[in-house]
């Protein structure tokens, strides 16, 4: 048993150094105004007259955008660096959508919103490799673990913003929260760029392409998809990517239209279950992260699909009005992300080449894409239809993602590499 000061997160946590320090740092002036406004952006969508159809054909159209950044990350990357390209495409992707998503008066708006935060992609991986690039390789699964809880800092805020709908309304209160995220994540974006270095590997890409177009560089990714291809263990692993990627998407669109339309929770009561999530999902990250072993990643990983399968199956049966039944659907929820959420990134870390992290994410990153765009279209109809429908569809996922787990563990032998299974290895047991 741990006392706080002796547990690994926490030494971690004050051992960081550099870049780690500093994106693990600032990542709550991130976390924090996303968390608050987004249960509010589907319904914030529906009060301005967008539909439910339209607002899957939004989600559809970030995500068939979003591969065209996330194939152009490697090669941005590379070539200016880690950290400028962190800096101008946070405030692209990030700064301008919730500008625009404040002021939005009708569907035209989330259009051009959803344009420029397709560019998110592009952040994704420059920050990522800022991130971990220069980092103590038995450090990175416990700073992914700290970058997730900065991310669950906002369920002590999120209150607030139940507290703010109640006294003036939805529209205005999220547009103030649309504000306020503008507001601290330029701010962040700019402390990051302030107080970070380029990384190693960066100062040697940036070389290695100072002399080459930006589109010579794209003529690479061939390579790297071929190498991909032929990796079975990184196959399966995009797999189950896909699935929670299909499936976060449903939930960040449609869960609170179900709430709220479906199950009659009043819209200022949103709050309460962000709050009792993260707040498990804390709890969780501390008795469960240590516990954890990448190498018997098969039984937990299952675990935690059933899990999502039941609290989907609550979630399409319960009675409307029910809000015992639909908070113990989201604590089910938060149990099996804790569980399943830095396994996930464990094994994704195993099957990437340290030397082409760039790339091989920005390859990644795009395929997830593809194979995910159409759900949002596909959620969205779904919806129109009857609205506990999209997640029907998240239970049949759920399905098929068990059943990508236990290829996984079939094939955990083949295309990870030995020093990165060591690194992982060590993070997650330790």
């Not at 690994?8 to 406004?37: C, D, H, Q």
């Not at 996330?70 to 200016?80: E, I």
């Amino acid at each position: 048993m741990y006392t706080i000061r002796q547990h690994p997160l926490v030494i971690t946590l004050f051992s960081l150094k550099g870049n780690p320090r500093a994106s693990v740092l600032t990542e709550p002036m991130w976390g924090i105004p996303f968390n608050l406004y987004i249960p509010y952006a589907s319904i914030y969508m529906l009060a301005l007259g967008v539909s439910d159809a339209q607002i899957g054909m939004i989600a559809s159209l970030g995500l068939l955008i979003q591969p065209i950044f996330a194939l152009l990350s490697g090669a941005l990357t590379d070539k200016f660096g880690r950290r400028l390209t962190t800096l101008v495409s946070d405030i692209l992707s990030w700064s301008i959508p919730c500008l625009i998503w404040a002021v939005a008066q009708d569907i035209r708006y989330f259009v051009v919103a959803a344009v420029f935060n397709a560019m998110w992609r592009i952040s994704m991986n420059s920050w990522t490799c800022l991130l971990v690039e220069d980092a103590d390789s038995d450090q990175l699964v416990h700073i992914w673990t700290w970058i997730h809880i900065a991310g669950l800092m906002a369920a002590f805020f999120a209150p607030l913003a139940g507290l703010l709908i109640a006294a003036i309304d939805l529209v205005p209160a999220v547009r103030i929260l649309y504000l306020f995220a503008f507001i601290m994540m330029t701010v962040k974006a700019w402390i990051l760029y302030r107080y970070s270095t380029e990384t190693k590997q960066g100062y040697i890409r940036m070389e290695e392409t100072q002399d080459k177009p930006l589109l010579s560089l794209l003529g690479g990714l061939k390579e790297v998809l071929v190498q991909i291809l032929k990796t079975p263990r990184t196959l399966v692993v995009l797999g189950i990517m896909v699935v929670m990627g299909v499936v976060m998407m449903i939930n960040n669109t449609f869960w609170s239209i179900l709430a709220t339309e479906k199950l009659g929770i009043l819209a200022e009561h949103l709050a309460i279950f962000p709050f009792a999530k993260s707040g498990l999902m804390l709890i969780l990250y501390f008795l469960l992260v240590p516990r954890l072993n990448v190498r018997r990643f098969r039984n937990p990983m299952i675990l935690g699909f059933i899990g999502f399968l039941a609290a989907n199956l609550i979630l399409v049966t319960m009675p409307s009005g029910n809000y015992f039944l639909l908070l113990i659907s989201v604590l089910i929820e938060a149990a099996s992300l804790a569980m399943f959420g830095p396994l996930l990134d464990a094994l994704t870390i195993i099957s990437i080449d340290n030397a082409e992290r760039a790339r091989i994410n920005s390859i990644l990153f795009a395929v997830v894409i593809l194979l995910t765009s159409p759900f949002g279209w596909i959620a969205g109809q779904l919806s129109e239809i009857n609205r506990v429908l999209p997640f029907v569809l998240n239970i049949c996922l759920f399905i098929i993602g068990s059943g990508l787990v236990w290829l996984a563990w079939r094939w955990r032998d083949r295309g990870a590499t030995t020093a990165n299974l060591e690194i992982v290895s060590a993070s997650v047991s330790e």
